[in-house]
């Protein structure tokens, strides 16, 4: 009981610390949004607080945090800042890389030596994109070529990618680090949401893999090995989530604060509108039903990462089909919340200024990561055929 107490007063101090850091990216969160590029200044202060390490165990150096510690900071980061959301949510996905789809001794390697160097990791396995290749070159190997929606790239330290090896089925996965000679990164993200990510390509000209580089799975554990989706999926979950629940403040802010009533309502104050009672209500209602699916969904995930390489298939499909729902729902909350809020703030709050359209533009980008329609797809299978999802890099 001592322990789960002093356990439960660590995590508390993580969420206050992540909740200082929010407030202090929300002040210059909208500049930023408009300059895009790389939020350096506020990667640094990623790195002096420690957070980097949340999800490495304590035996290998780090924090030994819970999933769901990480899943609430990501949110309340994404609140205010859903590029910083990205690129901290993408850096806990990059490290447990090699825990999923390595050795043990791997594994074991990369945590200690992030947790001792305070390394940050970006993203390159793109599964979809399969340009980049891998190649024998003596006792070590080569990487060439180039992988696109490398979110973090800019700033990172590490890099797993996924690479085509003749002879090789599927991918193989490799862990280089961005310094490396040979791997240059493009910053070539220019879209109009997500500004900051740096979610653009990296292009591997002869980069030198040494073979312990190359990640070897453990004989057993094969479903644990296809546990990544189920993270990244919560993960766009709660991103999701928090950009709705930023808005969602940011408009009852203005209601109270700047808004007007219609001349013909009848009342003196937006507050009081009928109508505007009515929008607030409803997205009120929409929010809560999205949080309580992705906690609950949180909470399997973090129930299933427990078990390790003893996680069974119908576990994980439970699990999947939980964060499918949550995901389902959120993106079709979220975007009619990230639009309606205009209904309830009036014409006046669209100058650029306030930057209210920054929670759709970047909720409309990050949620075209993968088809919602084949996540609805897969629920109904659940629901009148049993199925669970094939795992995969996305289900």
Same mark, same amino acid.
């Given at each position: 009981m001592q322990l789960l107490s002093r356990k439960t007063h660590q995590t508390q101090d993580y969420l206050a610390q992540a909740n200082e850091l929010a407030k202090e990216f929300a002040k210059t969160a909208i500049e930023r949004d408009k300059q895009g590029g790389t939020p350096k200044a506020e990667r640094d202060r990623l790195r002096e607080s420690g957070l980097l390490k949340l999800i490495i165990p304590k035996e290998y150096g780090g924090l030994g945090e819970r999933w769901t510690t990480v899943l609430q900071i990501t949110r309340t980061f994404a609140e205010v800042d859903s590029s910083i959301a990205h690129v901290f949510s993408y850096h806990h996905l990059g490290v447990v890389v090699p825990h999923i789809f390595g050795s043990r001794s791997q594994k074991e390697t990369y945590y200690k030596q992030t947790a001792a160097n305070n390394w940050f990791w970006c993203n390159a396995?793109?599964?979809?994109?399969?340009?980049?290749?891998?190649?024998?070159?003596?006792?070590?190997?080569?990487?060439?070529?180039?992988?696109?929606?490398?979110?973090?790239?800019? #700033?990172?330290?590490?890099?797993?990618?996924?690479?085509?090896?003749?002879?090789?089925?599927?991918?193989r996965i490799v862990i280089v680090p961005t310094r490396r000679d040979g791997v240059v990164v493009n910053q070539d993200w220019d879209n109009?949401?997500?500004?900051?990510?740096?979610?653009?390509?990296?292009?591997?000209?002869?980069?030198?893999?040494?073979?312990?580089?190359?990640?070897?799975?453990?004989?057993?554990?094969? @479903?644990?090995?296809?546990?990544?989706?189920?993270? @990244?999926?919560?993960?766009?979950t709660n991103i999701y989530l928090g950009i709705a629940l930023g808005a969602f403040a940011a408009a009852s802010c203005y209601t109270k604060t700047q808004g007007r009533a219609w001349l013909t309502s009848g009342v003196e104050k937006a507050t009081e509108d009928l109508y505007t009672l009515r929008h607030y209500g409803e997205m009120w209602v929409d929010l809560q039903a999205a949080i309580a699916l992705t906690d609950r969904?949180?909470? !399997?995930?973090?129930?299933? =990462? #427990?078990?390790?390489?003893?996680?069974?298939?119908?576990?994980?499909?439970?699990?999947?089909?939980?964060?499918?729902?949550?995901?389902?729902?959120?993106?079709?909350?979220?975007?009619?919340?990230?639009?309606?809020?205009?209904?309830?703030?009036?014409?006046?709050?669209?100058?650029?200024?306030?930057?209210?359209?920054?929670? =759709?533009?970047? !909720?409309?980008?990050?949620?075209?990561?993968?088809?919602?329609?084949?996540?609805?797809?897969?629920?109904?299978? =659940?629901? !009148?055929?049993?199925?669970?999802?094939?795992?995969?890099?996305?289900?």
């Open positions: 396995l793109n599964p979809l994109d399969r340009r980049v290749t891998l190649s024998s070159d003596g006792d070590r190997f080569r990487l060439h070529g180039t992988k696109s929606f490398c979110s973090g790239s800019v #700033d990172s330290d590490m890099i797993p990618v996924t690479a085509v090896q003749a002879g090789v089925p599927g991918l109009f949401g997500q500004r900051q990510t740096d979610s653009g390509s990296i292009t591997f000209t002869d980069v030198l893999v040494n073979a312990e580089e190359i990640l070897t799975p453990e004989p057993e554990g094969e @479903t644990f090995k296809t546990f990544r989706s189920c993270l @990244t999926q919560i993960t766009f969904a949180g909470e !399997l995930l973090q129930q299933a =990462w #427990d078990k390790g390489y003893s996680l069974t298939a119908a576990e994980r499909g439970e699990c999947a089909i939980a964060i499918a729902m949550a995901k389902a729902s959120m993106v079709k909350t979220g975007l009619e919340i990230a639009n309606r809020i205009f209904e309830v703030m009036g014409a006046r709050a669209t100058a650029n200024h306030y930057g209210f359209d920054r929670y =759709w533009r970047n !909720l409309r980008i990050f949620t075209l990561h993968d088809p919602v329609d084949y996540k609805i797809r897969t629920i109904g299978n =659940w629901v !009148l055929n049993n199925q669970f999802p094939t795992p995969d890099f996305y289900s």
